[in-house]
């Protein structure tokens, strides 16, 4: 059924171009439905987040202290320095630029947050009311306590499970909510060309070429060369290794999927210690890192632009936290990075106008994500292996 949903996106979409040029007024009388579509993310978000973070929370707290701490700090580094990377690259290709959303209601929020203020709504006065107008900030706060503290409490795991069993419930919804990816796809898309015409082709074209170039210079920089540089291993070869993983991901788009062939990989060819491998790569797995960083960084930054946004200091810090916080505790959704990427412009205060082109090439471009996300679990993990062999 979702390669089914996926193929539907793609001929979506296509309809949605050649119906905006050709029915631009007609269009129109369906823009409520994309909104209706919005709103559904809008309303799922915030749950979803708590219980998807709660439960990794508590998960990772019960495993190897001393290693996840270590694999937690390496995965960081390399998210760091993907984001970084990326945000130079956009800055440099400036993908969104002559194409600007136009939204009078829209008072440029991000950039008028303060850190000060991100640290008082860390601290909400009402639970309820966190949930209700979708405090994501707090949100994850709260399921970090939540999910840490459900390990230090006698029964803990009852709490824990309760939440497991919401969270699956709460999947299966947003997998029928996802249903209607296609109609939504045609409705946002369709009112996109009518409203502004053939430019939205290049725009396009653009975003996924700067994600692409964006994903080989964080392949080279953050995950070959290391390879090279501290653990000792001869680039060729690494990537000779690797490069089955690519075909299995470009095909599947899901670490998860990969996860049984990554694994081997890594104990079998790679010959890196089980018992690190056991922890470090189901850990990648889960809070998946260059890959959401390239994502992040592009989405962020070109959403800033498309909407007039300026980036301050302060604002990128805004926008490098939030991501980082989120891609730690990414649920593996039916097409979670649409959901995830709607969870980080709605945290930043960025219209969402912009995820039914989204949706429309997220598949392109997760095929990307997934790759980077693999390949930097075995990237860590390589390096975490020799960390530990040179203590020794």
Same mark, same amino acid.
């Given at each position: 059924m979702k390669k089914r949903i996926s193929v539907l996106t793609i001929i979506a979409l296509l309809m949605a171009i050649v119906s905006g040029l050709v029915f631009k007024e007609q269009v129109t009388a369906i823009d409520f439905i994309g909104t209706i579509y919005i709103n559904l993310l809008k309303f799922m978000i915030g749950p979803i987040v708590f219980t998807s973070i709660a439960e990794t929370i508590y998960d990772s707290s019960k495993k190897k202290g001393k290693l996840i701490v270590k694999s937690v700090v390496i995965f960081t580094l390399m998210f760091l320095a993907t984001f970084f990377l990326t945000s130079i690259i956009v800055v440099?290709?400036?993908?969104?630029?002559? *194409?600007? =959303?136009? !939204?009078?209601?829209?008072?440029?929020?991000?950039?008028?947050?303060?850190? +000060?203020?991100?640290?008082?709504?860390?601290?909400?006065?009402?639970?309820?009311?966190?949930?209700?107008?979708?405090? !994501? $900030?707090?949100?994850?706060? *709260?399921?970090?306590?939540?999910?840490?503290?459900?390990?230090?409490?006698?029964?803990? #795991?009852?709490?824990?499970?309760?939440?497991?069993? =919401?969270?699956?419930? /709460? =999947?299966?919804? /947003?997998?029928?909510?996802?249903?209607?990816?296609?109609?939504?796809?045609?409705?946002?898309?369709?009112?996109?060309?009518?409203?502004?015409?053939?430019?939205? $082709?290049?725009?396009? @074209?653009?975003?996924? !070429?700067?994600?692409? !170039?964006?994903? *080989?210079?964080?392949?080279?920089?953050?995950?070959? /060369?290391?390879?090279?540089?501290?653990?000792?291993?001869?680039?060729?070869? =690494?990537?000779?290794?690797?490069? +089955?993983?690519?075909? @299995?991901?470009?095909?599947?788009?899901?670490?998860?999927?990969?996860?049984?062939?990554?694994?081997?990989?890594?104990?079998?060819? /790679?010959?890196?210690?089980?018992?690190?491998? #056991?922890?470090?790569?189901?850990?990648?797995?889960?809070?998946?890192?260059?890959?959401?960083a390239v994502s992040f960084a592009l989405l962020g930054l070109f959403c800033s632009s498309l909407f007039g946004v300026e980036v301050t200091p302060t604002t990128y810090i805004i926008m490098i936290v939030a991501s980082l916080l989120i891609n730690m505790s990414a649920p593996g959704i039916p097409n979670g990075g649409v959901v995830i990427g709607a969870t980080y412009l709605q945290l930043l205060g960025i219209p969402l106008d912009f995820i039914g082109f989204y949706s429309g090439i997220y598949k392109i471009l997760d095929m990307l994500y997934t790759t980077l996300n693999v390949s930097g679990d075995i990237t860590a993990n390589v390096i975490i292996d020799y960390l530990e062999k040179k203590e020794k």
């Open positions: 440099l290709i400036k993908p969104a630029k002559g *194409f600007t =959303f136009e !939204l009078s209601s829209y008072e440029g929020a991000l950039g008028n947050l303060s850190i +000060k203020e991100i640290i008082i709504n860390l601290f909400p006065t009402n639970i309820i009311s966190m949930f209700q107008t979708n405090q !994501l $900030f707090a949100i994850i706060f *709260f399921a970090y306590l939540v999910g840490f503290c459900a390990t230090k409490v006698e029964k803990g #795991d009852v709490v824990i499970d309760v939440i497991k069993s =919401f969270k699956n419930i /709460l =999947f299966k919804i /947003l997998e029928y909510i996802m249903y209607l990816t296609p109609l939504a796809v045609f409705s946002l898309m369709s009112n996109t060309i009518a409203r502004y015409g053939s430019i939205v $082709f290049a725009v396009g @074209i653009k975003y996924i !070429l700067t994600a692409y !170039l964006a994903g *080989f210079i964080t392949m080279l920089v953050i995950m070959i /060369l290391p390879v090279w540089i501290f653990a000792k291993m001869n680039p060729i070869v =690494f990537v000779k290794k690797i490069y +089955k993983i690519w075909i @299995i991901t470009i095909t599947t788009c899901s670490s998860a999927a990969t996860l049984p062939t990554t694994m081997r990989l890594c104990k079998e060819e /790679l010959n890196i210690d089980r018992e690190i491998t #056991d922890i470090v790569v189901p850990l990648g797995c889960t809070i998946h890192m260059c890959g959401g």
